[in-house]
């Protein structure tokens, strides 16, 4: 089994600073799952985060380059809670950690 396991939510979305690194960062994800045998399931727009039991489907969750403290609203961000403190993985690429204020 992969380090990170089957699933991984690559989460690009911004509403500061845009970096313009969402395709090659995909991409690179991509080729990364390929080789080692994981899914990779894009989300642009934080669709996912507003549905609990489709955020658990995965199981590691990439902030790459997501830049902005308005990308969730109330539930979104209670749901992105409810994923870690029930185990749920998450790595940030550089402008992620000013992502979650």
């Known amino acids: 089994m992969p ?4 699933n991984i939510l690559h989460f690009t979305e911004t509403s500061g600073f845009d970096h313009g690194t969402r395709d090659v960062s ?3 994800f991509q ?3 390929s080789e ?13 985060f507003s549905d609990l039991a489709l955020l658990q489907q995965f199981d590691a969750i ?3 380059n997501t830049s902005g403290a308005t990308l969730f609203d109330a539930d979104q961000r209670a749901n992105f ?4 403190a029930t185990g749920g993985s998450v790595m940030g690429i550089h402008a992620a950690s000013d992502t979650y204020r």
Not at 3 to 6: P, V
Not at 36 to 48: A, K, R
């Open 3 to 6: 380090a990170f396991g089957q």
């Open 81 to 84: 809670e409810a994923y870690i």
């Open 62 to 64: 990439i902030f790459s």
């Open 36 to 48: 080692h045998g994981f899914n990779v399931v894009s989300d642009n727009d934080g669709m996912t």
């Open 31 to 33: 080729a990364i799952a």
């Open 26 to 28: 995909l991409a690179m």
